[in-house]
């Protein structure tokens, strides 16, 4: 018989698929139940609210972009090329999966989510990566004096434009502002635009 543990499982196993492949709007309890081979009510015994169910799909994706900031980032490198890579890594990793990044920043969705006892909050995975973000920028900081802005505001504000670049460069916004709009856009074009980011908040190198 199957333990509740791996139903629970199996059960945002089935959502990440979907996320990955139909994207958001795919992720009906109806549907994660039906292709989880269980009856419709079933996800409430382990997910008290459909925001709970989702939040645990959304946390498979953060444990999945951590991985690939590690594996992106040379801890012996400098700070500023610390951030660029995460910030290159992040970009990417919404190119590859478009709809779990999507899901991973829809806290208008997400809101609300597991309280069930035992389980941890979605935000125990988004801040330690923040914290991350801020720690590098500070470190950024360290040479120019005294900043009138908080480098948490600044992280933010970096954060929100990498974020940002991210959703126009898949809509293809960003071929049509620079009137590349009928060429491929490469990747060096990309990686030009986050240099010009991180100059943008942090000054040239």
Do not use: K
Not at 20 to 40: F, K, M, Q
Not at 99 to 109: I, K, P, S, T
């Amino acid at each position: 018989m199957e333990s509740e543990e791996s139903l629970r499982d199996r059960l945002v196993d089935v959502g990440v698929e979907l996320v990955l492949t139909e994207g958001v709007a795919s992720l009906g309890l109806r549907e994660i139940a039906r292709r989880a081979g269980v009856s419709h009510g079933a996800p409430r015994r382990y997910f008290p609210t459909h925001q709970a169910l989702l939040s645990a799909i959304a946390r498979r994706g953060f444990a999945d972009l951590a991985g690939r900031f590690a594996e992106a980032v040379d801890e012996a490198a400098s700070p500023r090329t610390q951030l660029r890579a995460l910030a290159s890594a992040y970009v990417r990793y919404a190119q590859e999966r478009p709809g779990m990044f999507e899901l991973m920043f829809r806290h208008d969705l997400l809101r609300g989510q597991a309280r069930a006892a035992g389980r941890p909050q979605l935000r125990e995975a988004t801040l330690p990566m923040f914290g991350r973000i801020v720690e590098l920028v500070t470190r950024c900081r360290e040479n120019r004096g005294p900043q009138d802005v908080p480098a948490a505001v600044t992280a933010v504000a970096l954060w929100a434009n990498v974020h940002g670049l991210t959703q126009l460069w898949g809509w293809g916004s960003i071929g049509l502002a620079l009137g590349e709009d009928d060429s491929p856009q490469t990747g060096d074009r990309l990686d030009q635009l986050i240099d010009a980011v991180i100059d943008a908040h942090l000054g040239a190198a």
